[in-house]
């Protein structure tokens, strides 16, 4: 597994906003192995997959989970890159482990955006040590990479809805509070977001609010996503389906218990297989 110290700046721009950028973080064989494995990937879809845009979208929005046992070059790229050591400095934590990975493709012309959300209340994991890495392997512009409200990421927990119907599959409504309007109003939030080469990626916090336009005509948009958990984060089980789900997990980790499981295996330091 590979090393790579940041400035403190940056682990501060973490903490302090809750998201951040980092230019040229991966090598082009990296990227290059990455590609294979997202080919690979939609080439077999597992049956968690979802398209996540409309019959009648001129594109195609994609998006598949948890695949990492199968595909061996995101195993090679979880296990040997950068990512861990850099997760760790982000959390400030000693070890870290991969909760799961996330493929979010959209092929030319996809009109769906992907709207406003926090991602820690469709899951089942609690703590405030964790990040996500999301980087695209095909150049992004502006008006479709990923965006993020700064320092959302201090809370309130809001409420998950489904991204196309705007359904409460999750928390049942009226449990928590409503996303404000952010697109009614951009002027009113601190927005960042950055064009993006491949080799380039993003660090976010998994209750930082973000979303992604939809893309253009010219160009595929194919992100690969690995979420990481550091050391206060714990198995929350929950009533209903989590995205992703764990099938049977909470029959063998009790609610509260660290996420020590294989399949979230620990990726730094790096233990000897
Ligand atoms: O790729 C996208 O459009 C959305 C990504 C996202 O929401 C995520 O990675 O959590």
Not at 50 to 55: G, I, L, R
Not at 212 to 231: H, I, N, W, Y
Not at 258 to 264: G, R, V
Request: hydrophobic fraction near 40%; charge should be negative.
């Amino acid at each position: 597994m590979r090393t790579f110290e940041l400035p403190p700046a940056t682990v501060e721009a973490f903490q302090r906003d809750g998201a951040i950028c980092i230019r040229q973080l991966f090598s082009a064989d990296e990227v290059g192995l990455l590609e294979l494995g997202i080919e690979h990937n939609l080439a077999h879809p597992s049956e968690r997959a979802k398209v996540a845009s409309q019959p009648d979208d001129p594109g195609w929005f994609f998006e598949d989970f948890c695949n990492w046992q199968e595909n061996s070059a995101y195993r090679r790229f979880i296990f040997e890159s950068r990512v861990g050591h850099v997760a760790a400095q982000l959390m400030g934590s000693e070890h870290v482990r991969l909760y799961h990975d996330h493929l979010l493709v959209k092929e030319p012309n996809t009109r769906q955006r992907t709207p406003w959300h926090q991602d820690q209340p469709y899951y089942n994991v609690e703590g405030q040590q964790n990040c996500s890495m999301w980087m695209p392997v095909d150049p992004v512009a502006r008006e479709s990479t990923l965006e993020f409200i700064a320092g959302s990421h201090q809370g309130p927990w809001l409420m998950p809805r489904t991204f196309m119907d705007n359904q409460a599959k999750w928390f049942p409504e009226g449990s928590l509070a409503d996303l404000p309007d952010i697109e009614a109003d951009r002027a009113a939030w601190s927005i960042l977001g950055w064009d993006l080469q491949p080799g380039d990626a993003v660090f976010f916090h998994m209750l930082t609010l973000h979303a992604a336009g939809g893309v253009g005509g010219d160009r595929r948009r194919r992100a690969f996503s690995l979420r990481f958990l550091g050391e206060d984060m714990r198995h929350t089980p929950r009533p209903w389906r989590t995205s992703p789900e764990f099938p049977g997990l909470s029959e063998q980790l009790p609610a509260g218990a660290p996420l020590q499981h294989e399949l979230f295996p620990q990726i730094w330091p790096r233990q000897q297989a």
